[in-house]
Antibody, heavy 120, light 107 residues
Framework: EVQLLESGGGFVQPGGSLRLSCAAS????????MIWVRQAPGKGLEWVSV????????NYADSVKGRFTMSRDNSKSTLSLYLNNLRVEDTAVYFC?????????????WGQGTLVTVSS | DIQMTQSPSSLSASVGDRVTITCRAS??????LAWFQQKPGKAPKSLIY???SLQSGVPSNFRGSGSGTQFTLTITSLQPEDFATYYC?????????FGQGTRLEIK
């Protein structure tokens, strides 16, 4: 059974940084692309970023490009999202999701999410 | 950017009803479309990919159809556990975009 467990969320002031992690199990981690999606309180879903299975190809939403960095450690089946220069509008629940192939935004499984709150 | 517009934004229905949610893309996306279900305080759940393929474990009363710019999610014979918010997502091109959601409530 696919399991995705996010961690690392919390409260941070504008301009601050956080590192989100997603621990994966139940599948061959390195074979699948991974995606981050966020959801601001009371709002809809917003795509954030994607990484391929090998970890050498990424793509980001314009709203986070240059501030967020996605990476993965296939030896530990762990996905990371580094959030820098955070803004109030980055406040959201961040979900990691599993892609259906090595490089895709087609999602089949989701983690439970981790809340990031950016406020002064 | 490709805009995804869902209609209606909300609807009320009864257990046993058949409902249809529409998702329209601002430009053609072939069949690169997925549908998700989300209940309050929970993670989304993947229902359909490639416009009409059912994810593993999803009941057969969920059906997706469409291609190009017009897509539908049909739920035949609504069950109590189907009341939730539904989102469509295009993965044809960057940036990946979602519809604004359709809230399905019990009448």
């Amino acid at each position: 059974e696919v399991q995705l467990l996010e961690s690392g969320g919390g409260f941070v002031q504008p301009g601050g940084s956080l590192r989100l992690s997603c621990a994966a199990s139940g599948f061959t981690f390195s074979s699948y692309g991974m995606i981050w999606v966020r959801q601001a309180p009371g709002k809809g879903l917003e795509w954030v970023s994607v990484i391929n299975g090998a970890g050498d190809r990424t793509n980001y939403a314009d709203s986070v490009k240059g501030r967020f960095t996605m990476s993965r450690d296939n030896s530990k089946s762990t996905l990371s999202l580094y959030l820098n220069n955070l803004r109030v509008e980055d406040t959201a629940v961040y979900f990691c999701a599993k892609g259906m192939t090595g490089w895709t935004n087609k999602i089949d499984s989701w983690g439970q999410g981790t809340l990031v709150t950016v406020s002064s | 950017d490709i805009q995804m517009t869902q209609s209606p934004s909300s609807l009320s229905a009864s257990v046993g009803d058949r409902v249809t949610i529409t998702c329209r893309a601002s430009q053609g996306i072939n069949t690169y479309l997925a549908w998700f279900q989300q209940k309050p305080g929970k993670a989304p759940k993947s229902l359909i990919y490639d416009a009409s393929s059912l994810q593993s474990g999803v009941p057969s009363n969920f059906r997706g159809s469409g291609s190009g710019t017009q897509f539908t999610l049909t739920i035949t014979s609504l069950q109590p556990e189907d009341f939730a918010t539904y989102y469509c997502q295009q993965y044809n091109s960057y940036p990946i975009t979602f519809g604004q959601g359709t809230r399905l409530e019990i009448k």
